[in-house]
């Protein structure tokens, strides 16, 4: 009996292909909810907020400020909590206790620059000197701290920015804001962005800051060129209305110089800061996915001046309100472009990280945010 040939070469078989493996296209496997643009929301009240906040201050006074760090956390546990973006929510995680020993720390180093001042000037400038030249390593413990302890959904924040690289970016904006008297200021606050962004992940998505030193200057002196553009506008036309005799409308004119004057002292820092935020965002990428903001500037200028009059009429009772309301319209006016998958973050592998340059940051009044 002859035997059977089962060879693939054998002729019966020579037509005959091994069936095709079904590639995947990737935008078939593509979840349909990538691509598209979500908004940020924020779900706080400022009546609810209230409550957290009066106690906050009642029992911060009360212990002497030793009950500052669950104040802290309690506060940011509320504002992070009631961020919602995609369905998740945000979280912070610091322990008020790890708080606390850096707050001690703080409070003694804080007592030691005041009783030196009291007793010799020269020594409280000596330690005003040393806290300035710790501000690049505040700056990047503070923000490793922050970040290590912030979450999105199971998430953590991760910040890689090396003590060598703020020290670097801080004393080289300094050595411009010298050499140019000033005028160059909104440079370092792009190296400063541009440093802590660079740095920053979610999970293991990297943010980046897509912008250049030149739209900070436009950001801050186009507000400045207006204030002062409507100052020389006034003065003009009160200089013509004196030359051909019109007294009335030099006085009124006088008048709206007083006004504007006024109003642009008032209003220019929170444009500058309105238009620093929208500069910012606008330009911010994290991982694939692109923010925007359609914050507009003169209602973010609005809120800020009219939260610091309802504070200074209430005496401070409204803080928690202009809190709330700043913030919200903030998160709110976010938006990002969804390319990377929520459900796909990773957490970075990272220690545990000290809480004392945040609490020196807090007990000299340092503000570290973006």
């Known amino acids: 009996m002859q035997e059977q040939d089962h ?45 957290i906040w009066i106690v906050n201050i009642l029992l911060t006074i009360a212990s002497l400020s030793l009950y500052a760090p669950w104040a802290k956390v309690r506060r940011l546990r509320y504002f992070y909590g009631n961020t919602e973006f995609f369905e998740r929510f945000f979280d912070f995680t610091g322990l008020p206790t790890k708080i606390l020993i850096g707050r001690l720390i703080a409070l003694g180093i804080w007592g030691v620059f005041a009783l030196a ?18 501000l690049p390593w505040l700056l990047r413990a503070t ?13 953590r924040f991760y910040f890689d920015g090396t003590t060598g690289e703020a020290y670097k970016q801080f004393f080289l904006g300094a050595l411009i804001v010298i050499f140019t008297l000033g005028l160059f200021t909104p440079v370092m606050i792009f190296f400063y962005k541009r440093y802590v962004l ?23 002196y186009l507000p400045v060129a207006l204030f002062v553009g409507v100052l020389m506008l006034c003065g003009i036309l009160i200089g013509i209305f004196a030359v051909i005799g019109l007294d009335f ?27 620093i935020f929208i500069t910012t965002w606008n330009s911010t990428t994290l991982g694939n ?26 005496v401070g009772l409204m803080s928690a309100w202009a809190a709330i309301r700043l913030y919200k319209y903030q998160v709110e006016s976010l938006s990002l472009h969804l390319e990377d998958d929520p459900d796909r973050m990773m957490n970075m592998a990272q220690t545990d990280h000290s809480a004392i340059a945040e609490e020196i940051s807090d007990i000299f009044d340092l503000d570290i945010s973006l």
Request: with cysteine; proline share 5%; glycine share 6%.
């Open 198 to 220: 660079n740095h920053l992940y979610a999970g293991q998505l990297k943010f980046r800051l897509n912008n250049s030193w030149t739209d900070y200057m436009s950001a801050v």
């Open 249 to 275: 409308l030099t006085a009124y004119t006088a008048g709206l110089l007083g006004a504007s004057y006024f109003f642009g002292w008032v209003f220019i820092v929170p444009l500058i800061q309105a238009r």
């Open 289 to 314: 996915s692109q923010f925007k903001t359609d914050c507009n500037q003169w209602r973010y200028a609005w809120i800020v001046v009219s939260n610091w009059f309802m504070k200074i009429i209430t």
């Open 143 to 155: 923000i490793r701290f922050t970040s290590r302890n912030s979450k999105y959904a199971n998430s």
């Open 7 to 51: 060879s693939p070469f054998h002729p019966l078989f020579a037509n005959q292909l091994p069936p095709e493996i079904p590639i995947q296209n990737e935008w078939e496997s593509r979840p349909k909810y990538l691509g598209r643009i979500y908004r940020f929301q924020f779900h706080g009240q400022a009546m609810e907020y209230f409550g």
């Open 117 to 134: 001042g009291y007793l010799e000037m020269t020594i409280a400038a000596f330690g005003g000197v040393i806290i300035y030249l710790a």
